[in-house]
């Protein structure tokens, strides 16, 4: 028979009480998988792309965007809507909870790559890009790495499997506080 203490909410078994210990390991876990599924949400990615590919970078002590070159021009903001939008039919959850295989991940890398690469040359002027180079360079990485890290997750299944086993562990440590406020079932309400 399984009771729940009364104080903390973290399940008993045979009416043994859960020890500091006990309470203290449940609430690590959890905030582990709250804080992997935070950083692995796609809305959040594309988020930090769009502040990147802007030239900022989070301060880790404040996590605040902090422009990295105060007198650099931002870039044109057709150039981040269309990249942002691009990228929101990839880093999204049917991408990242699916069964790619190798061979399908670099298939669809050459369709990323040929398209970046067609977008920037076709487009440098209206971007104002024309003879910036390192610019181009640096967007393209950007958006290569975290669409390849987007890919990587997904081949074989490996993230899927990842969520589902976060959520078995949860549930086994917490059964019956699913839609408690702030948990990790709120943490994963994005992948319904």
Do not use: C
């Not at 203490?5 to 500091?20: H, K, L, S």
């Not at 991408?95 to 440098?124: F, P, R």
């Amino acid at each position: 028979m399984n009771n729940q203490d009364p104080y903390m909410g973290v399940p008993q078994q045979n009416n043994i009480p859960a020890t500091p210990d006990d309470i203290y390991a449940s609430m690590q876990q959890e905030d582990r998988a709250k804080n992997l599924i935070d950083q692995i949400a796609p809305d959040h990615q594309l988020m930090d792309l769009q502040w990147r590919i802007k030239g900022y970078i989070r301060d880790p002590v404040t996590r605040s965007w902090i422009k990295v070159n105060a007198d650099a021009p931002e870039p044109h903001p057709i150039l981040v809507a269309r990249y942002i939008s691009y990228l929101s039919t990839i880093l999204n959850q049917n991408t990242t909870l699916s069964n790619y295989s190798g061979s399908e991940i670099n298939q669809m890398m050459n369709l990323v790559i040929t398209w970046i690469v067609d977008d920037l040359d076709s487009n440098a002027e209206e971007y104002g890009l024309q003879n910036d180079y390192s610019e181009r360079t640096r967007i393209g990485y950007m958006i290569l790495n975290t669409t390849f890290s987007a890919f990587k997750r997904a081949q074989n299944g490996m993230e899927s499997r990842r969520i589902f086993k976060i959520m078995n562990v949860h549930e086994g440590l917490n059964p019956g506080q699913d839609n408690k406020q702030g948990g990790i079932m709120e943490a994963l309400k994005f992948w319904k």
